[in-house]
C-alpha cells in the first residue's frame, strides 16, 4: 500500500501489479484499472479495519487517512466524484466507468461517502468530524437518471455506521459458544491476526 497509494492525495488505483506499480491497458478503457475507481472506494475502510484491529502501521496509516480526507474535502466535501485519477484530476470521458447499464457518469456516491467517513477512526484533525456528519446526513436514494445501488454502496453504508459505532467487534473462536470481545480484550489475550477471529457482523 505504501507504493502504490499516491504521495499526494492519498488515491489509489482500482488495480495494481503485486510491486505495487500501475497496470497498464486493463479491460480495453484509457489508464484501465490505473484510475480511482469503485473498487478503490475499499482501500480507506479496509485501511480502518487493519488500523482497529491490528495497529500494526497505525503511524502511516494516521497520515493515510488524514490524506485522502484532506483530497476529498478540497474537493467539497458534499461535491466529490466517484471516480479521479491517481494524481487527483478528473478523469475524461473515455476514462469512466459506467454504473450498472446506466450512461458512464460522475456521481458523488453514498459509498465513496462512507468509506470516506470510516477512515475518521484513523485521523485526528478536526476534518473528521465533517466527514462523519457527511455519511449522518446522507440520503441512500436513486439519482435523478434512476440509478441506484442498494448493495455495494448500501453495505458499504452499514458497514461504515459499523465502524463509527464502535460495533465492528470481533470475537475469538474458542471449543464452546465464542465469547464477545472487545479489541481491548483480545489484545490482552495476544489474537491479533486475522486467522484467528471471527467478524462479528452485529452488536
Partial sequence: MHK??????????DLCNYDGTLMQGF?????GGSNFRYDSWRVPMNMTLDYEWSGADAEWQQQYGERIQNFFYSQGINNFVDQYRIDGSLP??????????YEPKLRHSIGLVATT???????????RKDFVD?????????????????????LLRLFAFMHLSGHYRVIAPNEHYPERHNISQLNKN??????????????
Fill in 117 to 127: 467517513a470510516a477512515a475518521s477512526v484513523m485521523c485526528s484533525h478536526d476534518k
Fill in 190 to 203: 495476544n489474537v491479533h491476526s486475522c486467522t484467528q477471529i471471527l467478524m462479528l457482523f452485529q452488536k
Fill in 27 to 31: 479491460g480495453g478503457r484509457r489508464n
Fill in 92 to 101: 475524461e470521458d473515455d476514462e469512466i466507468l459506467r454504473a450498472g447499464d
Fill in 4 to 13: 502504490v497509494i499516491d504521495e499526494k492525495t492519498g488515491l489509489n488505483p
Fill in 134 to 154: 457527511a455519511l449522518w446526513n446522507a440520503k441512500h436514494e436513486p439519482f435523478d437518471d434512476g440509478y441506484f445501488d442498494a448493495y455495494y454502496d448500501g
